[in-house]
T-cell receptor, first 112, second 114 residues
Framework: AQSVTQPDIHITVSEGASLELRCNYSYGATPYLFWYVQSPGQGLQLLLKYFSGDTLVQGIKGFEAEFKRSQSSFNLRKPSVHWSDAAEYFCAVGTNSNQFYFGTGTSLTVIP | ETGVTQTPRHLVMGMTNKKSLKCEQHLGHNAMYWYKQSAKKPLELMFVYNFKEQTENNSVPSRFSPECPNSSHLFLHLHTLQPEDSALYLC?????????????FGPGTRLTVL
């Protein structure tokens, strides 16, 4: 069965520090992988996506993610976090049958 | 309007009321979704419509009734709700060319049931 795991429920980083949010997935075929960000009271905004090609993908707001097939991971990174990055982050898997599976989210707090 | 819009943004209703949530997508997509997002719980998929046909109903109580009159509009009709139905209801759309395009979400309707 398909599933997405985000092992970190909550992460706190200092402004300017680097960030890595973890995501592991379970899917039998080549997955389509996504990261979304959600600010309080808002919908989910697509940060970046991977479905083929270069395993390092660039997204909006300075985020990037790397697909590692051997580890079934798609971790999100940012070299220098800004206070405005504080939000909830969701990893998701899409399948060939247009189904989508979301992780439980990681809440990011940024301290000045 | 661009993207996915949802109205109303906030809704307070009593347990005996009937109300509807509206979603409209301006992206030319052919699949639409309703999700429920409750505090400290994972995103719950409620309904999926592909080409206006409902393809998934995740054991949602009958007090929630979806309607998809065309590929751009999606409604969620609510009646006799319970306080535990209070949540953020998110609409999303995607293109059915496989999952690679991803979903685009509306801002949500914050529902409070008294």
């Amino acid at each position: 069965a398909q599933s997405v795991t985000q092992p970190d429920i909550h992460i706190t980083v200092s402004e300017g520090a680097s960030l890595e949010l973890r995501c592991n997935y379970s899917y039998g075929a080549t997955p389509y992988l996504f990261w979304y960000v959600q600010s309080p009271g808002q919908g989910l905004q697509l940060l970046l996506k991977y479905f083929s090609g270069d395993t390092l993908v660039q997204g909006i707001k300075g985020f990037e993610a790397e697909f590692k097939r051997s580890q079934s991971s798609f971790n999100l990174r940012k070299p220098s976090v800004h206070w405005s990055d504080a939000a909830e982050y969701f990893c998701a898997v899409g399948t060939n049958s247009n189904q989508f599976y979301f992780g439980t989210g990681t809440s990011l707090t940024v301290i000045p | 309007e661009t993207g996915v819009t949802q109205t109303p943004r906030h809704l307070v209703m009593g347990m005996t009321n009937k109300k509807s949530l509206k979603c409209e997508q301006h992206l030319g997509h052919n699949a639409m979704y309703w999700y429920k997002q409750s505090a400290k719980k994972p995103l719950e998929l409620m309904f999926v419509y592909n080409f206006k046909e409902q393809t998934e109903n995740n054991s949602v109580p009958s007090r929630f009734s979806p309607e998809c009159p065309n590929s751009s509009h999606l409604f969620l009709h609510l009646h006799t709700l319970q306080p535990e139905d209070s949540a953020l209801y998110l609409c999303a759309s995607s293109q059915i060319t496989s999952g690679g395009g991803g979903q685009f979400f509306g801002p949500g309707t914050r529902l409070t049931v008294l």
